[in-house]
């Protein structure tokens, strides 16, 4: 099983989408359903089947099951059910996970398949972004729009996607093509990279190995780049909290690292900030502009979202139907969204729906800060970075229907799940 996981983590950003007649199927959407389904068959037949009973886990299946009533109360179940069907085909994986990095060193193993996996991601998207300069973007951006992104996406969401592309953006007057790579826009590539981006950078700091510590300031550097070349104001802003507070939680280890290890940091992080400083600083700081497009635009949408929530406070309009209230004839391939992962969920499932969301992030933050200890520190700082990097990006984005990213926060959570059980401080089913 620890195989098929670790080449799940490997191979995750890389994995296409299936065509099944005329339906494109993104084929993490049938691993994991399927790797869920494995471990629990052989947990049965083992007559083994571990279930962390734990805070975070049932306010997660307390939320799914709310988002599963709330399409009674719907206008379109359909645009419910599809969103449905995507986390419920996801998250089981958390058992899946958590019985995984429970024994020996897995969590080892899966974290260096992200990183390899991130790594490669990483090189890819940087390639891609600098060809620009090289060869004529549009050039790129057709041969993305037409070779790479219906590949794994899948050809009907790709027109989408083309039709309302995001992909090029305006940096001091000159239009820049942003690193998407193969996803589906910058803000999911960033996502994915920027929760991944903890755990390689906590490898570099902790790790006792002169090599191993290098490779991961390698990946480390390459992740970063390519967040950056993504042009996404919400991953930079998320990027910057979550490094600080990773750099805050470990300043113990990395004041333990040697002096060499130290001048060089110092020595690359100048060297990128000259790189990418002129790039990335007036992009950042274009977030606080209200007149600017864009952000003018997202406030007039959040201004609507927070309207729906107003009207519909409690229990919302129903999982996928908020879209329905920007546009009545909406398809399910829509990308209409509140630009707001709390503002969504508000809207779409109102308020008890949004504290059972929150609420598997505050009782998580409570486990891991209370669990700090010299063994699994190097687990726990970047599970609290990565959660608010995914905290600080869904404010500017709705981060709950990547794929991707869910399977990464998965992972998360099934990490805080068996710090949680390894304490003693909790229970667990054992049937």
Not at 417 to 426: G, I, N, Y
């Amino acid at each position: 099983m620890i195989i098929a996981i670790f080449l799940l983590f490997a191979m995750l950003p890389f994995l296409p989408a299936l065509a099944v007649d005329v339906i494109y199927i993104p084929v993490i959407r049938i691993l994991a359903p399927l790797l869920a389904a494995i471990w629990l068959i052989k947990g049965l037949i083992d007559k083994k089947v571990i279930l962390p009973f734990s805070l975070p886990a049932i306010y997660l299946v307390s939320f799914l099951v709310f988002s599963g009533f709330s399409i009674l109360w719907s206008e379109n179940p359909l645009l419910g059910i599809r969103k449905l069907v995507l986390w419920i085909s996801i998250f089981p994986l958390s058992a899946v996970f958590f019985s995984a990095i429970s024994q020996g060193d897995n969590k080892e193993k899966l974290i260096k398949g992200l990183s390899f996996s991130a790594a490669v991601l990483s090189i890819f998207a940087v390639i891609q972004f600098t060809f620009q300069f090289v060869i004529n973007p549009e050039v790129i951006n057709v041969f993305l729009a037409e070779k790479i992104t219906p590949l794994f996406v899948g050809m009907p969401t790709a027109e989408v996607i083309r039709s309302n592309s995001s992909w090029f953006v305006d940096i001091g007057g000159k239009t820049i093509l942003r690193a998407v790579a193969n996803f589906p826009d910058p803000h999911t590539l960033a996502l994915f990279l920027g929760l991944a981006w903890p755990f390689v950078v906590s490898q570099a700091i902790f790790s006792n190995e002169r090599k191993e510590k290098a490779t991961y300031a390698i990946f480390s550097a390459a992740i970063t780049a390519a967040i950056i070349f993504t042009f996404s104001r919400g991953a930079y802003l998320a990027l910057l909290i979550s490094a600080v507070s990773l750099t805050i939680f470990a300043r113990a280890a990395i004041a333990a690292s040697s002096k060499k290890t130290k001048i060089l940091t110092f020595i690359v992080a100048v060297l990128a900030l000259m790189v990418v400083g002129p790039l990335a600083g007036p992009r950042l700081a274009s977030s606080f502009d209200t007149s600017e497009g864009s952000n003018y635009a997202r406030l007039l949408i959040w201004q609507g979202a927070f309207d729906v929530f107003e009207q519909h406070l409690l229990f919302g309009v129903g999982l996928g139907n908020y879209a329905l209230t920007q546009d009545e004839f909406v398809s399910s391939r829509s990308p209409i969204n509140a630009h707001n992962t709390y503002l969504e969920i508000a809207s779409e499932l109102g308020l008890f729906g949004l504290l059972l969301w929150t609420s598997i992030f505050i009782s998580s933050f409570f486990i891991l800060l209370k669990k700090q200890d010299p063994q699994n520190n190097k687990y726990i700082y970047p599970a609290i970075a990565a959660m608010i990097f995914y905290l600080a990006h869904g404010l500017f984005e709705t981060n709950i229907y990547s794929p991707q990213g869910l399977v990464l926060l998965t992972f998360i959570l099934s990490l805080v799940m068996w710090l949680h059980v390894k304490q003693k401080e909790t229970r667990f089913f054992n049937t």
